[in-house]
């Protein structure tokens, strides 16, 4: 019933459904531990063949009402809450792949994930081929391997604002039985709802838009329930064979569509953690409540913003897939085509220095490493997130060095102009 409610709807009452006499709020069960009255009932939970709570890294009341409520705004079968963006980012991978793996990723995207997928993983055996996301089918299609398991994409990349073809990502990926896994952190769905394009799983770092406040680092895990894992049983073993750390189960068999998610909360959250406190998931869906208002007044802002930037003559270029002149406007109109989101990639006249200058004189604008905020911020990645990065791989990243990362908050737009004229000096 709750799929057919508008997301305006949903992000107020999804997930938490009180009954008569409760709290509206979901409580905040900050506890550890459940406690029962007989061992049987307890070893039925340890045996998945009932569902409740014992430990709250398995599962916890706050955390499962809301990851309800975003499986509920993405149309999927259901969530898993993660300490962070990184975290969703890992489980979502690592849940189908083992040493010896590999997979396909577009490289516009976040930093943290590009060193997680180049660098990281890499040391656990799992190989990642970086591909240029507007490239043709046929020249994707050459990075794909025997042992390749899983494509990955940022609907709206972080931080350069490019629209991934989520369709095209989608044909490929399942022309090679593979999910694709698309993280959906900078359009939240309000703006885009990528499994009604293909994708399989949709991954989150909530603490941008969905928390908005700046308050808690957190991330989520949706499936759609709609990739057939049986059908690939050659290439996903951890789920469609027995587990053995679990009385040999065979995941993708005995759940089904909520096959992923079981071995998700059942073998990886059991055997890594990260799970979010309870009170970070209260905080998490405090900011859930608003994000359909917070997202239009983002799009809003931003594209009052971009249209100035782009017009004034000390500006090199800008990124914004609301702007006619951008690249990805078209792709921005298929697939975002009530709003994009606040994070505007631009470029200044002149080196890296012009643009530390002009960030050096914000007055209001913060200089954060944060994005996706109620409160204006801006980043220049080549001095801050990407570091670590050459000017190569920035460029091969296509991050451009004197890049500058705008996240339009939604503080009235006239401050935020103001701000900015007079930092360009
Ligand atoms: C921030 C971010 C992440 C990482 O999330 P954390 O919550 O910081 O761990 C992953 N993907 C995208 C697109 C992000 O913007």
Sequence with gaps: MEKKLKPATLCIRGGWKPQNGEPVQPPIYQSTTFKYDNTEEMAQLFDLKKSGYFYTRLANPTNDAVAQKIAALEGGVGAMLTSSGQAANFYAVFNICEAGSHIVASTEIYGGTFNLFGVTMKKLGIDCTFVDQDASEEEIQKAFRPNTRAMFGETISNPGCRVLDIEKFARIAHRNGVPLIVDNTFATPINCRPFEWGADIVTHSTTKYMDGHAAAVGGVVVDSGNFDWMAHADKFAGLCLPDDSYHGLTYAKDFGKMGYLTKLVAQLMRDLGSIPSPQNAFLLNLGLETLHLRMARHCQNAQR???????????????????????????GQKYLPGGSCGVIAFGLKGDRETAVKFMDSLRLINIATHVADSRTCVLHPASHTHRQLSDEQLRAAGIDPTLIRLSVGIEDVDDLLDDIKQSLG
């Design 305 to 331: 913003i971009a249209e100035f930037l782009e017009a004034d003559e000390r500006v090199a270029w800008v990124h914004y897939c609301g702007l006619k002149s951008d690249q990805h406007y078209a792709l």
